[in-house]
């Protein structure tokens, strides 16, 4: 059992779609983290929540949107999203998000954008 | 630019041949080097978290090491289950320091054979 749950674990969506992935913690961390995983590229970090403020990361297109109504809780919300887009998401958190504090992840969400 | 190099891509033991995987680094004010295990269609498990060179972790059948500029981790007469993508990552400050961002190799496919 992991302390990272993601719902769901997979998830086919159409171009003009909206979808959410959600993700809970319970760890009692206070950071938190939406990561996405293409086919042959390493992890790259979408987004950062720390005590539920968010650090925004200029590189993400505006098609993914996330939100994170408390510590243990965290969503990224999907619309008009590309072929490309398809990968695994990863959600994750640490107790705080200063550097060097371990990250534990979910089980990730496989997002299929048909 | 902070980097993290993985070698081999792939690699593939007898059940029983001990081996070792290397990840190299480059990163400025290291905070920590990370090891994860990922298994087909999962997250990233958490293995260990090297803070200063000559620093030794061990776990079962694994054991990571860490130098200046590079990280091994080394199998010791490994089994099928040890069969896995095992990824390396450190981290960066970014934000003005206050927020954690892993930098990750591209991981060493293992398969190891009964």
């Known amino acids: 059992e992991t302390g990272v749950t993601q719902t769901p674990r997979h998830l086919v969506m159409g171009m003009t779609n909206k979808k959410s992935l959600k993700c809970e913690q319970h760890l009692g961390h206070n950071a938190m983290y939406w990561y996405k995983q293409s086919a042959k590229k390493p992890l790259e970090l979408m987004f950062v929540?720390?005590?539920?403020?968010?650090?925004e990361n200029n590189s993400v297109p505006s098609r993914f949107s996330p939100e994170c109504p408390n510590s243990s809780h965290l969503f990224l919300h999907l619309h008009t999203l590309q072929p490309e887009d398809s990968a695994l998401y990863l959600c994750?958190?640490?107790?705080?998000?200063?550097?060097?504090?371990?990250?534990?992840f979910g089980e990730g969400s496989w997002l299929t954008v048909v | 630019e902070d980097q993290v190099t993985q070698s081999p891509e792939a690699l593939r033991l007898q059940e029983g041949e001990s081996s070792s995987l290397n990840c190299s680094y480059t990163?400025?004010?290291?905070?920590?080097l990370f090891w994860y295990r990922q298994d087909p269609g999962k997250g990233p498990e958490f293995l260990f978290t090297?803070?200063?060179a000559g620093e030794e972790k061990e776990k079962e059948r694994l054991k990571a090491t860490l130098t200046k500029k590079e990280s091994f981790l080394h199998i010791t007469a490994p089994k099928p289950e040890d069969s896995a993508t095992y990824l390396c990552a450190v981290p960066r400050s970014i934000y003005g320091g206050a927020t954690n961002k892993l930098i990750f190799g591209t991981g060493t496919l293992l398969a190891v054979q009964p």
């Open positions: 090297l803070y200063s």
């Open positions: 990163v400025s004010g290291l905070r920590g």
């Open positions: 994750a958190s640490s107790q705080d998000s200063g550097a060097g504090n371990t990250i534990y």
């Open positions: 929540y720390s005590l539920e403020e968010r650090v």
